[in-house]
């Protein structure tokens, strides 16, 4: 039997992305509890705050019992192999669902795993994120082929996960990044295979132009810190503020996936303001989670 896992959005098809984005809206009622009476192994090599809260609950939703374990607990690659952690987790768990510092630890996971693997974040990719966002833009903005999607920034892993499921999807993305913080150009001509369209400038101005969304993150994330000074200057010009909204389509949106800082990466009227859709992003971490989880535990038909 083939095992299904959730490592990068690329790994979707678009019929695959608009089916876990019509689970995430059903009521839990009626996705008839999945997991009722198994387990889901939840390993955090980082913290996290919203990636723990939205993936315990939407276990529970689906019959679950959810168990945390830090990375001090488990140690992969340090007390155990991450392919003998993983081999005997599968044997105990109906997923296993992992928030780790080196993609290639999921990866790894996939391989020997005999149940669906998750990845809550990597350092290449959020995929529970970019599903969040995707429900979100299309609850409150419009179908994903319809629209131009802004990320101001650096390029990191959301803005890849981001990326993917609008091109999939039939959209545009247009990405504003300091010199040296945007997509390779390998990796440009990899999302461009996967559909849509997708321009790059050096410029948070002509990222927004005519964009109906504006997504941007933290400029400094986990175990950047020692880089904070060097990266405030280079981001200096690649805040969001309510200037470099002006220059998106008028009645535009603005997204952030959190933990945001206020006058960093967007100033505090945006983030607050009536464009804002962080809240409803932020709630959508747990419905869009539910509608993964149910998807790769048996909801496909």
Not at 84 to 95: E, N, Q, R
Not at 141 to 165: F, K, Q
Not at 170 to 182: A, D, E, T
Request: charged share 20%; glycine share 8%.
């Amino acid at each position: 039997m083939t095992v299904s896992h959730l490592l990068n959005i690329s790994d979707l098809s678009i019929s695959q992305i608009k089916k876990i984005l019509a689970l995430s809206t059903q009521s839990v009622k009626t996705l008839n509890t999945p997991l009722q009476g198994q387990g889901v192994a939840m390993l955090f090599e980082k913290p996290s705050n919203r990636t723990r809260h939205s993936m315990e609950i939407a276990v529970v939703q689906l019959g679950g019992h959810p168990i945390y374990t830090r990375a001090e607990e488990i140690g992969l690659d340090v007390r155990e192999s991450v392919e003998d952690v993983t081999k005997i987790l599968s044997g105990y768990h109906a997923v296993i669902a992992a928030r780790v510092f080196k993609h290639s630890f999921v990866e790894r996971m996939a391989k020997v795993s005999t149940v669906p693997v998750v990845n809550m974040l990597s350092d290449v990719s959020h995929p529970l994120q970019a599903l969040a966002d995707a429900l979100t833009m299309v609850q409150h903005v419009g179908e994903l082929c319809d629209l131009t999607v802004a990320w101001v920034g650096d390029y990191n892993n959301v803005a890849r996960s981001l990326s993917e499921i609008v091109l999939i999807s039939g959209g545009r993305m247009q990405l504003g990044c300091p010199v040296g913080y945007g997509a390779s150009d390998a990796e440009l001509q990899r999302l461009r295979a996967l559909g849509g369209s997708i321009e790059q400038s050096n410029s948070a101005q002509d990222a927004v132009k005519n964009a109906q969304v504006v997504h941007t993150d933290t400029w400094i994330s986990m175990g950047q810190e020692q880089e904070s000074i060097e990266r405030r200057k280079i981001f200096a010009d690649f805040s969001v503020t309510q200037s470099l909204m002006s220059n998106a389509q008028q009645g535009a949106k603005f997204m952030h996936c959190m933990p945001a800082h206020r006058g960093e990466e967007v100033s505090a009227d945006v983030f607050d303001g009536a464009a804002s859709l962080v809240i409803q992003q932020g709630h959508n971490r747990l419905h869009s989670a539910r509608g993964a989880l149910a998807y790769l535990t048996g909801a496909k038909k």
